[in-house]
Every structure is written in C-alpha cells, then in structure tokens.
C-alpha cells in the first residue's frame, strides 16, 4: 500500500516561529501536494510538485514555501507563523495522468499562538 | 462565488438509509470528477472516479455526472454506521500535456449514519 507519512499528527507553534512541516512517500510519486483544510472552505492548495527542485504555486501560496531536494520528501515551511495559519495541513502525492488519484497523509493540526 | 459548492451539512440518516450527497460547478472545464471519502483524524481516500457525464456504480455507491447541469452526486444506498465520514468532491481541468492533479475540492458533507 501506498503511504504518505507526515511527521507530526499535532504541532503548536507560537506567532513569528519558523514551522517546518515534512512529507515522506513511499511509492516514487512524481507529484507532491501541500493543501490546508478548514471547516467550511474544503481543501485548498498550498503548492504542489512534479519533480524534484520544481515547485508552482496553488492557489494560496501567500505565507507558505516548499522544499522538494529528493522525490520522496516534500516540505512546506512557514517562514513566520501567524494565528491565520492555524489549521489542519495534509500532504498529498501521485503518479500523474489524467485519472491520477491523489494519496494523502493523516494531516498535522497546526495551532498558532 | 466559489468553483465548486457543496452543501456542508451536516447530515444524519438511519442505518439502511438511501444518501444523496450533491456538488455544482460553475467551470465547464472541469472534466474529472471524484468522491473522497475522510474518516474522522485521517486524510481523503478516494472513493469514486468519473470522467464525463453518466453513472458509475461501485457496490453500494453510485456517482453520477451531469455536465449539461454542472452537478455531481453521490448516493449510497443501504447506508451503514462504517459510513460515517466527511465526504468531498473534487474536480481537475485536462491541462493538455500536463496534469498535475491539480483539483478542486467542495467544502465537504459531514455524514452520519446511526444504528
């Protein structure tokens, strides 16, 4: 089976901190994904990856980078966290294609204080 | 006005209960339609994979697809406890040669099934 390993299940950072939060997949993936998910917005996309050193922003990369040195691992990083950014992160990977499935990690519950 | 709304719920049915569960669009680009399914403190699994209008069945889930309305759902009959989950749909352009599963997600149904 696939797995998509996130590092931390529950994170608590103060306001101004740099977070780091790590991505693992086991599967070669080409494609790896950052969203954040809030009650009553969905999911959204932070940033993604297909193919290592290459990165294009999402849909809300504001406050966000990535980090992709080896294909198997993907970091998202908050250069100063903010109270804003407090949220529940999930880690995503593919193959690609058209009908790609996405394989998610459990998530890291981010609170920001 | 967002690209994908999905009715939040939530939503609490008896055991053997038929559900329907719903999603519009408003981009006619979409044309890779899904269904993931979260348990509670675990990430989205998919569930069902449709592309282009019409119905796919697997077991007790039925999605269907009517791009002429830009509306998805998703009904399982004989809904049980195990059942009890957020479900989201997600949509994804073709970009030509490249697809980078990028999707789109609806804000996602909170269901519960009771004995």
Redesign the interface.
């Known amino acids: 089976d696939v797995k998509v390993t996130q590092s931390s299940r529950y994170l608590v950072k103060r306001t101004g901190e740099k977070v780091f939060l790590e991505c693992v997949q086991d599967m070669d993936h080409e494609n790896m994904f950052w969203y954040r998910q809030d009650p009553g917005l969905g999911l959204r996309l932070i940033y993604f990856s297909y193919d290592v050193k290459m990165k294009e922003k999402g849909d809300i990369p504001e406050g966000y980078s990535v980090s992709r040195e080896k294909k198997e691992r993907f970091s998202l990083i908050l250069e100063s966290a903010s109270t804003n950014q407090t949220s529940m992160y999930l880690c995503a990977s593919s193959f690609g294609g058209a009908n790609e499935k996405l394989f998610f990690g459990s998530g890291t519950q981010l609170s920001v204080l | 006005q967002k690209e994908?709304e999905?009715d939040?719920g939530p939503l609490s049915v008896p055991e053997g209960a038929i559900v329907s569960l719903n999603c519009t669009y408003s981009n006619s680009a979409f044309q890779?339609f899904m269904w993931?399914r979260q348990y509670s403190?675990?990430?989205?699994?998919?569930l069902m994979?449709t592309?282009s209008s019409g119905n796919k069945e697997d077991g007790r889930f039925t999605a269907q697809v009517d791009k002429s309305s830009k509306y998805i759902s998703l009904f399982i009959r004989d809904s049980q406890p195990s059942d009890s989950a957020t479900y989201?749909c997600?949509m994804k352009r073709?970009a030509g040669g490249?697809?980078?599963?990028?999707?789109t997600?609806?804000?996602?149904t909170i269901l519960t099934v009771h004995p």
């Open positions: 994908v999905q939040p890779y993931y403190r675990k990430g989205p699994e998919l994979y592309y989201l997600a073709y490249t697809s980078y599963g990028k999707l997600f609806g804000q996602g």
